[in-house]
């Protein structure tokens, strides 16, 4: 398996609160991704980047932001969390992007955030 | 907007019967496909993918998958499942006109009765 962390495993907390998800890799990849993941709604895209301080919306956005000021970690905030971010989140990493070829993703553990 | 289309949201199979999950997609030009597996309590793993060639690829544990371009579709093939095959199944696709995003099916869930 890739060297991905997730951290931390398991979360609840309240609605209006703060909350940062880390994910760590020890493969020197270009490329990582935040999605989360919700029944009937597969997979979704929260943010990704291709390099140290350089990322980009996904098609769920709104509500995240993210960082990355180092090659192996990618951070994901909730400014403010509402319960309609409760779900599982997943970080994934790539080498050379989900384009080219012969590339693929691989996946953390997930993270479990309950907001309540 | 690209999207991905699993239609079979729950499957249920005995052991060593046929499957076949069905995914479509939305785009146009050129389109990278993908199939991922979700074993319970476990995170997403690749079971195969198509870039370019032969339309039907084969991947692990004896999943195959064929690319039809004039029906948009990349479903998935066992010939014969077993218990342990029980897990969620996403269809992804990446489009080159989709600014790096693999947009994922919403799942389907597959059940195999010993």
């Known amino acids: 398996d890739a060297g991905i962390t997730q951290s931390p495993r398991h979360k609840v907390t309240e609605t209006g609160t703060p909350v940062t998800l880390r994910c760590h890799q020890t493969?020197?990849?270009?490329?990582m991704y935040w999605y989360r993941q919700d029944p009937g709604h597969g997979l979704r895209l929260i943010h990704y980047?291709?390099?140290?301080?350089?990322?980009d919306k996904g098609e769920v956005s709104d509500g995240y932001s993210v960082s990355r000021s180092k090659t192996e970690d990618f951070l994901l905030t909730l400014e403010s969390a509402t319960s309609s971010q409760t779900s599982v989140y997943f970080c994934a990493i790539s080498e050379r992007g989900t384009g080219s070829t012969n590339e693929k993703l691989f996946f953390g553990s997930g993270t479990q955030l309950s907001v309540l | 907007a690209q999207s991905v289309s699993q239609h079979n949201h729950h499957v249920i199979l005995s052991e060593a019967a046929s499957l076949e999950l069905g995914c479509n997609y939305s785009?146009?030009?050129?389109?990278?496909l993908f199939w991922y597996v979700q074993y319970p309590g476990q995170h997403l793993q690749l079971l195969l993918k198509?870039?370019?060639?032969?339309?039907l690829v084969k991947g692990i544990k004896g999943f195959e998958a064929e690319f039809i371009k004039s029906k948009f579709s990349f479903n998935l093939r066992k010939p014969s499942v077993q218990w342990s095959d029980t897990a969620e199944y996403f269809c992804?696709?990446?489009?080159?006109?989709?600014?790096?995003?693999?947009?994922f099916g919403s799942g389907t869930q597959l059940t195999v009765l010993p």
């Open positions: 992804a696709a990446f489009s080159s006109g989709s600014a790096r995003q693999l947009t």
């Open positions: 493969e020197n990849h270009r490329y």
């Open positions: 198509y870039f370019s060639g032969d339309p």
């Open positions: 980047s291709y390099g140290v301080k350089d990322t």
């Open positions: 785009y146009g030009g050129t389109v990278n």
